[in-house]
């Protein structure tokens, strides 16, 4: 596994840019990457125990928003507010971590640099200090702290996030005065090496300049998805989960107009937007199939915090095998605080689990469970539910799965992350209420009302149940035969927030030596820049294959998506770019498969999984932990030697040679009725079950072309 997500990808641009648009969408994330401020190393390493105080980052890409980004500018700060987060009432706060979005556009990266700046909030007003025209920032203010980082070599065209500590800063970070409410963060992009005078003004360091087509970004997302009132008007949403902010922001627009105003910030004084000056707002993204959402930076901030735990929190003691089940009731705008003790860890390595839900309650409330330090339990920072229960019941699941699911509920499979023993707090809020860490409980001002709490573990040393199959979130293949041939085409889906996406295909005879299974996760199917894996299940739960880089060479298109080809030997080709299938990947795979019935879980890389040694009964257990949200499919394919027909083979005559004018006159020949004896395929090229058709002509061409079948 490269597991630097696509640092060397040798990829082309996701999308075309000749030309920017000041707001688009679309590309895919490149992952998020660790940088050192220069000068100023972090000593000692990152601090895991720090919790974010204000965060517009961590779920962008799950919800779909975060591939947004501005162009025609090559720097922006935005207002970064603490209300609504652990640091509202806090004092002495030092960030000591920050996480922010860019755009790399046109080119890769080789030498560039991000410049962050720190602005107290007071120091800066986005309409302009002193009015319209001028600088947004007061003349006299000084920044709280600055820094740079070299980015390394980055490949077009993503959205990358690059986290710095900022532990080796002087004073170990960067101090918030107490009467601040919040900081405005500035993110720019510098030429290596070059340092502005003052830092009220950029215009000698910025890599393009005055220039209408930037080849770099500054990236935006939504972590709640807060609706806008109106595509015009988004009145004061809220873009983060953790932390508020305003729906102005500053925008160093680089276009001819601009000009004058090259480097610095200069406010419009209330004039509607991009009116003559460079303040924007209301910058609105519309989620496919979704309401209007307000945008802001991303950015994440991450500092030291004490946090009080909860007061009048019922205890329930350490939880039994025999499980608890309780009622209570919860009010508007209110939040009902209990904690609970595991006498052990729940986790995949021991086979132990908690399960939690509101299954019953007469009212519609959330769920969320923390750590004794008021971070989200599980590890994964998603620890927080509404609706996953059946009807508008909550769930959350640790450990180990799989547990049958509750009427239309989603299944207990441990998706929320693994647990140690110790003791935890659980908030139960009003239905659509939001969480965040250092016991953050956001409660809504819905109706609430009477609920019932249930949990249940094994921890105490009771057997685990029997796993049961997965549900199908993904594609049912159906029927695939492969001494008849059979071709379904793939379903691309987005894999969703530490999602995993599961499939089901039923084999009526072996994949063998004489006859394949071909799993081809192409490219428009799948997204290019994916760092995927799967895994394929027997019907008991075992793990038979697995499968991570196809091709860790980075050599062919997508390197970094599976692929499976299993039993026949051979070298089919479908057109898509893939590595040859040649009946060995992975290694083993020419082993085959028998005939049955077979589950398919495709995920983002990492996942959390029991091994990946084929043999041993998984219980069907893959746990999602990317943060991206990209797409995953495969186009199913068998047929064989024995029976059935290869598909899609760009060396049709099975000389060696791929596409040549011989592979055109035996397929012409095949389609008069004379198949040629060495032919691996017959004039169903493309394998649909209609023999030599305008169909099968037309992929035949498209494969010689290079193209998919």
Not at 65 to 83: I, K, Q, W
Not at 511 to 517: G, Q, R, S
Not at 555 to 564: I, R, T
Request: proline residues 6%; glycine residues 14%.
């Amino acid at each position: 596994m490269n597991r630097c997500l696509l640092l060397a990808l040798a990829a082309g641009c996701a999308v075309a840019t000749p030309a920017l648009a000041q707001e688009m969408g679309g590309l895919p994330f490149g992952g998020e990457i660790r940088v050192e401020p220069n000068g100023y190393p972090s000593h000692g390493g990152y601090n895991n125990r720090i919790i974010a105080v204000y965060d517009n980052v961590t779920n962008v890409f799950g919800n779909g928003t975060g591939g947004n980004y501005l162009g025609v500018c090559e720097e922006t700060m935005d207002d970064c507010g603490f209300a609504n987060g652990p640091w509202a009432t806090a004092t002495n706060r030092l960030i000591t971590e920050i996480t922010w979005g860019v755009a790399v556009v046109g080119t890769g990266t080789t030498t560039e640099q991000n410049a962050i700046v720190f602005w107290k909030r007071s120091d800066v007003n986005f309409q302009g200090w002193s009015g319209s025209g001028t600088n947004m920032v007061n003349p006299a203010a000084t920044p709280l702290a600055v820094f740079t980082a070299n980015l390394g070599v980055n490949a077009c065209c993503f959205i990358y996030q690059f986290t710095s500590s900022l532990a080796g800063l002087p004073g170990g970070g960067v101090a918030v005065p107490n009467s601040e409410t919040g900081v405005v963060v500035q993110v720019a992009w510098m030429n290596n090496g070059c340092v502005p005078s003052d830092w009220h003004s950029n215009n000698t360091c910025m890599p393009n300049g005055c220039a209408s087509a930037s080849s770099r970004g500054i990236a935006f997302g939504s972590n709640s998805l807060a609706p806008a009132n109106n595509a015009n008007d988004p009145g004061t949403a809220n873009p983060a989960t953790v932390g508020i902010t305003i729906p102005s922001f500053g925008r160093d627009i680089s276009n001819a107009a601009m000009c004058p105003n090259i480097g610095s910030f200069v406010g419009n004084g209330g004039a509607p937007v991009n009116a003559g000056n460079v303040e924007n707002r209301f910058f609105v993204f519309t989620p496919t199939g979704g309401a209007p959402v307000t945008m802001g930076q991303q950015i994440r901030l991450k500092g030291d915090v004490a946090c009080p735990v909860p007061t009048g929190a019922t205890a329930l003691g350490s939880v039994p095998d025999a499980g608890i089940n309780t009622t209570g009731t919860v009010g508007p705008s209110t939040t009902r605080w209990y904690t609970l003790g595991l006498a052990s860890a729940a986790n995949d390595s021991s086979l132990h689990f908690l399960d939690i839900d509101t299954e019953g309650s007469a009212a519609d409330v959330s769920i969320a469970l923390f750590d004794s330090n008021g971070v989200f339990a599980g590890g994964l920072e998603d620890s927080f539910n509404d609706n996953g229960g059946s009807g508008t019941n909550a769930q959350l699941s640790f450990g180990i799965g799989r547990r049958a699911a509750a009427g239309d509920g989603l299944q207990y499979d441990g998706r929320n992350g693994q647990l140690n023993a110790g003791t935890y707090y659980l908030a139960v809020m009003p239905g659509s209420s939001s969480a965040g860490g250092c016991f953050t409980a956001n409660a809504s001002a819905s109706a609430g009302g009477a609920f019932q709490l249930h949990l249940r573990t094994n921890v105490n040393g009771a057997p685990l149940a029997t796993s049961v199959a997965p549900l199908i979130n993904g594609q049912d293949y159906g029927t695939l035969d492969p001494t008849a041939g059979t071709q379904v085409p793939g379903i691309g889906q987005e894999t969703g927030l530490h999602g995993v996406i599961w499939s089901k295909f039923v084999l009526s005879t072996p994949a063998d030596a004489n006859h394949f299974l071909d799993l081809d996760f192409h490219p428009p199917l799948s997204t290019e820049s994916a760092d995927g894996v799967s895994y394929i299940f027997n019907s008991n739960g075992d793990l038979v294959y697995f499968m991570d880089d196809r091709d860790p060479s980075g050599v062919s298109q997508a390197p970094l998506l599976p692929q499976f080809s299993i039993g026949q030997s051979g070298s089919r080709d479908y057109g898509s770019g893939s590595p040859p299938f040649d009946g060995n990947t992975p290694a083993g795979a020419s082993a085959g498969l028998p005939a049955g019935t077979y589950y398919m879980a495709n995920a983002l890389f990492g996942t959390q999984d029991l091994g990946v040694t084929p043999g041993a009964a998984r219980r069907w257990h893959v746990r999602g932990t990317s943060g991206s949200n990209l797409n995953l499919g495969a186009d199913a394919l068998t047929g064989g030697s024995g029976g059935g027909n290869l598909c899609c083979l760009s060396d049709y005559n099975g000389d060696g040679d791929v596409g040549t004018d011989a592979d055109i006159e035996a397929f012409f020949s095949c389609l008069s009725g004379n198949c040629c004896a060495t032919c691996p395929q017959d004039a169903d090229f493309n394998c649909d079950g209609d023999v030599g058709t305008d169909a099968d002509i037309e992929s035949f061409f498209r494969v010689l072309a290079g193209g998919n079948c």
